[in-house]
């Protein structure tokens, strides 16, 4: 069983260790192209300042942190969001839990917050998280050419939204 909880300050250090030793193309796949390599405590407090960001981390059953997602783009107003920067530890992967954690932040955008629509863009070639996304009701609904800076290359992104 995993949960969500409030990503605090206190939170930074087990997300910085994560991407230690990754390189800047996790990172454009992780944070898109918002944060710059390395990714550091300042940008992270930075998007926590961001009224239209929440940020959780995600723990497992004795507390301990596995992940972390967010969601972003967040206009209540209009009653949606998307869904953005997903990351589990490396020693979590591969045990489904990224399906779980979607599961969490959809309930959690219909019951807390009353959003209606939920969207999230995901690079074409992360053929794994499209499945998972399709199998919570996603539905691909158009495509994005990104230009990764630093790197001179462009990549596509598919979105994909759901309604709550």
């Known amino acids: 069983m995993i949960s969500l909880e409030k990503f605090t300050e206190n939170d930074i250090k087990d997300l910085l260790n ?79 839990l990224g399906s779980v954690m979607i599961k969490k932040l959809l309930s959690y955008a219909k019951q807390e917050l009353g959003l209606q629509e939920i969207s999230l863009k995901v690079f074409d070639f992360n053929i794994s998280a499209i499945r998972c996304y399709e199998r919570l009701g996603f539905i691909a609904y158009d495509k994005e050419t990104l230009d990764i800076p630093n790197l001179n290359e462009r990549w596509e992104l598919i979105l994909m939204k759901r309604e709550l």
Request: a positive charge.
């Open 18 to 96: 994560w991407l230690d030793g990754t390189d800047i193309r996790f990172l454009y796949q992780f944070g898109g192209i918002n944060y710059k390599f390395p990714l550091d405590e300042a940008q992270i407090k930075q998007t926590m300042q961001n009224d239209k960001v929440l940020l959780f981390r995600v723990t497992n059953s004795l507390g301990r942190s596995i992940g972390h997602c967010q969601i972003i783009r967040l206009d209540l107003d209009n009653r949606t969001a998307s869904i953005g920067r997903l990351l589990i530890s490396d020693k979590e992967r591969n045990k489904g």
